[in-house]
């Protein structure tokens, strides 16, 4: 092949490996308990766009308080309203949404003896529970005492189960980590991270749907983003067909 023939080629390699030109570095803060799903996400968004998204996964209290501090991410995906509407109410993000629901489950050991949700609060039983200012942490306590008043618990049943408590964690998934471990007899989880892998190693309590509270995700795009267009449409993929099959495929509800 000659020289001309060869740099021809090399150039037509580059045409077709090369990034787009409008292509965009993203960074997304989103909640723990969303790392699966958007790690898929991700991964298509990138593939059809030609974007390049970037992944910070933490509980949505310690990302607030990052961006409150300074970061600046372009897109905050969290697990509640708690904290989210506070950066709206800053300036931080002009305008959210939502775009998926959760919901408990408690789980134990595979090989565990606890069999309802009566048995969190025999004596002796280890209990993980997220911190209460982490969204699960907030709705596994709303979940106790709503069992206050359920038939064959008891009106000091939250309490009791709460003085089980052996340890606090600052994300959903580090609860779910020391159940799996057996370092813990029981604690709360989203439903969505009962991942393959998990559900090997934990059985399941019975919920009462009606008592299980119900956790509404919102994302929105920061003011401060230096890709506005791109991170929107990223946010815009997430509520899309694509983006809510694969939310749905990792156990997410509908935003409605």
């Not at 029981?186 to 509270?213: C, E, F, H, M, S």
């Amino acid at each position: 092949m000659t020289p001309r023939l060869l740099l021809q080629a090399a150039g037509a390699l580059l045409l077709l490996t090369a990034p787009p030109a409008h292509a965009a570095a993203l960074t997304v803060f989103a909640a723990s308990s969303l790392t699966d799903a958007f790690q898929e996400i991700g991964r298509t968004f990138d593939r059809q766009t030609g974007h390049r998204t970037t992944f910070q996964f933490a509980g949505s209290q310690v990302l607030r308080s990052q961006i409150e501090q300074g970061a600046r991410p372009d897109v905050f995906a969290s697990a509640d309203d708690t904290q989210f509407v506070p950066l709206k109410q800053a300036g931080l993000i002009p305008a959210g949404q939502v775009f998926a629901r959760n919901s408990l489950t408690v789980i134990t050991p595979a090989r565990s003896t606890l069999r309802t949700l009566r048995d969190l609060a025999r004596p002796g039983v280890k209990l993980v529970l997220a911190d209460p200012a982490v969204p699960v942490g907030k709705y596994s306590r709303q979940l106790l005492r709503a069992l206050d008043s359920a038939p064959g618990h008891g009106p000091a049943y939250s309490r009791t189960v709460l003085a089980n408590v052996v340890s606090v964690e600052t994300n959903v998934r580090q609860v779910a980590l020391k159940v799996q471990l057996g370092e813990a007899d029981a604690g709360i989880v989203y439903r969505t991270d009962l991942t393959p892998a998990l559900k090997q190693a934990v059985r399941q309590l019975p919920v009462p749907p009606a008592l299980n509270p119900v956790a509404s995700y919102p994302i929105g795009v920061l003011g401060s983003s230096a890709q506005p267009v791109a991170a929107q449409a990223f946010v815009t993929f997430v509520r899309g067909p694509v983006g809510q099959a694969i939310l749905r495929k990792w156990g997410f509800l509908s935003p409605r």
